[in-house]
């Protein structure tokens, strides 16, 4: 969306984008194989790779090429380590996630916390983001963790092993299927608790997948809601949607949110550039406002508290802040 509509102005600097891209499935092997391939045809920057096993394996490209790696979607915070100086984040961490959500838990009391997680590199990153959550603020361990088959509905061992550990809030660091068919039955065998997720899981097919039982699901939120015209990024984003046949979704504002980013790295640039010049500039863009809502790209930074929101959603879709 941002790629066509920058592209299509009439007051355009000298270049336009080319977006180019290939599907990984998810497999790593194909993200690294994708990853040369787009950097032997000559890529400038290795954009917007989608899940945390994925991005590893792109950024591992990306480095061996000495190339940019930047937005990432869902990528292991071991990516935001400082020494990755060619990896630029346009997302929080995982890390500010975890924290966000369980302070909220302990705002309301709920100390005793369970994880479920997929077994996968996702996951585990997760599992590991709310331990340390848990050990900065000072609260007791987990009560129980388990982990699932990825993107899957067997789930019925998960359920009996934190079922049996009665925690007063769930995390979980799953993708909508797992996520859906956990939350559906743990309810059905009467746990009453509260259920929390990472961005990760996607409001919009969580509740395709869990209609009216999305009820009282707490979701990680990193970029301002899609519907929020008063917010200028948002405002600019509806625009585009309006000429495009999609609806708006977090998770479409923040891919939108990172082409805008990489066109303003490219302007601070200048003509000409090289990848040292657009990675320094990108290296300045500690506090970029990309329109009434801030970013920041350098690795190594925490910022858990400004740029996460936590919604509920109610059993009709309503999006409550």
């Known amino acids: 969306l941002y790629v066509d509509a920058f592209n299509a102005r009439k007051s355009n600097p000298s270049w336009n984008f080319e977006l180019r891209q290939l599907d990984d499935g998810y497999e790593p092997a194909k993200a690294t ?20 096993a994925s991005s590893d ?14 937005g990432p979607f869902a990528a292991s915070d071991a990516l935001r380590d400082a020494s990755h100086t060619n990896v630029f984040h346009v997302r929080p961490s995982m890390a500010d996630e975890a924290f966000k959500m369980v302070r909220h838990c302990a705002t309301l009391g709920q100390t005793r916390i369970a994880v479920l997680a997929e077994d996968d590199t996702m996951g585990r990153a997760g599992l590991a983001a709310v331990n ?3 050990s900065e603020l000072k609260l007791p361990p987990l009560v129980a963790s388990a982990f699932v088959p990825v993107n899957s509905d067997k789930v019925d061992a998960a359920v009996a092993s934190l079922f049996k550990a009665q925690p007063q809030a769930i995390i979980q660091v799953s993708l909508f299927n797992s996520t859906a068919a956990f939350i559906r039955k743990m309810r059905k065998a009467g746990y009453a608790g ?4 990472f961005s990760v899981v996607g409001i919009d097919p969580l509740f395709t997948a869990l209609g009216k039982e ?12 899609p519907r929020s015209s008063a917010t200028p990024i948002v405002k600019e984003y509806l625009a585009a949607i309006d000429n495009s046949d999609q609806s708006p979704s977090y998770e479409s504002l923040e891919g939108f949110i990172a082409a805008k980013a990489l066109a303003e790295a490219v302007r601070r640039a200048g003509k000409g550039f090289d990848k040292a010049r ?13 329109g009434g809502f801030r970013i920041n790209l350098r690795a190594g930074m925490r910022d858990s508290v400004r740029a996460i929101d936590l919604v509920t ?7 409550i802040r």
């Open 214 to 225: 999305i009820g009282g699901v707490v979701v990680s939120q990193v970029v301002p809601s």
């Open 194 to 197: 509260a259920f929390m997720n």
């Open 313 to 319: 959603i109610t059993p009709d879709g309503k999006i």
């Open 132 to 134: 340390q959550a848990m």
């Open 33 to 52: 194989a994708n990853a040369k391939k787009l950097l032997e045809d000559g890529a400038d920057v290795l954009f917007g790779f989608v899940g945390t």
């Open 278 to 290: 657009l990675q320094a500039s990108m290296a300045t863009m500690t506090d970029y406002d990309v």
């Open 57 to 70: 394996a792109g950024a591992a490209v990306a480095k061996s090429e000495s190339a940019i790696f930047f």
